[in-house]
């Protein structure tokens, strides 16, 4: 296995100290990215790496990020820095309302189809209009989110984005990103306004992991060629079946299911946890 640690604060002093300790010397990915081949554990490399802000993950040996075939990741802080329907939450003058129930539903607490239709509840009323305000002026990608991307189109990896969320955001991003497939729970709105329901089934952890095994499957991957990114209880089934599961800054639930987490870096550094 090798052991490859990153993050914003990361130097080569760093990686010099933690040479230290895995008994093998760093190789530099990049200038705070570093790979430690055929590390070994230590009892206090967490602890450490968490002191200083720097993720780290042992990845299998010998896999390249241009073999894969299928990278999913969730929407909602993870694709983008925003829950959209916080936001909406906001506009309606509920916002602390409903994030409590999404922070509930993203912990694993509370059902989340039921979490999803109290939420979609509490914002009845709101114009349709808002809907394209918390696109344009609140909704901004993650970080290394265009880098990760651009490698996915490079080496011709697919790209899934599953939502608990909204047609409305996930489409609108398909066409400006380039995505190739999308699924997401439709709002339902009547004259011009949102009515407090949702149309169809709801997009719930099994409709996820459902989408992602339909490409999977259509794309005749292997799982060693798939990649899963999520922040909440909500994609913990997806993640199950894919490849390498990547916990992006997310709730204590999926982190510990996840095979490595990302706490500190952006979106780009999933590329360096392969060759």
Not at 7 to 21: C, R
Not at 61 to 76: N, S, V
Request: aromatic share 6%; with cysteine.
């Amino acid at each position: 296995m090798n052991l490859v640690a990153q993050g914003p604060a990361m130097t080569a002093g760093h990686a010099d100290e933690l040479a230290k300790l895995v008994g093998v010397l760093p190789y530099a990915i990049s200038g705070n990215a570093f790979r430690f081949k055929g590390a070994k554990a230590h009892p206090s490399l967490a602890s450490w790496c968490e002191e200083r802000h720097i993720d780290h993950a042992f990845v299998p040996e010998g896999r390249r990020f241009a073999d894969l075939k299928l990278l999913a990741m969730d929407m909602d802080s993870t694709l983008i820095t925003i829950e959209c329907i916080d936001e909406l939450g906001a506009l309606a003058g509920k916002k602390a309302e409903v994030a409590a129930v999404t922070a509930q539903a993203m912990r694993g607490e509370i059902d989340y189809p039921e979490s999803l239709r109290r939420r979609v509840a509490a914002i009845a009323g709101l114009p349709e209009s808002a809907l394209l305000e918390v696109y344009e002026k609140r909704l901004n990608l993650t970080a290394g989110a265009q880098v990760l991307l651009a490698k996915c189109k490079e080496h011709r990896i697919q790209v899934l984005l599953v939502s608990g969320g909204f047609t409305f955001f996930t489409e609108r991003l398909k066409a400006r990103l380039g995505l190739d497939h999308t699924i997401s729970n439709v709002l339902e709105v009547k004259g011009g306004k949102l009515t407090g329901a949702l149309l169809g089934d709801i997009v719930d952890a099994d409709a996820k992991a459902g989408k992602f095994l339909q490409v999977k499957k259509k794309l005749n991957a292997r799982k060693e060629e798939t990649v899963a990114i999520g922040d909440g209880a909500n994609d913990l089934k997806m993640m199950a079946q894919a490849g390498l599961s990547v916990a992006f800054r997310a709730k204590p639930v999926v982190r510990a299911q996840a095979d490595c987490a990302l706490n500190w870096c952006g979106l780009d550094a999933a590329v360096n946890l392969f060759e």
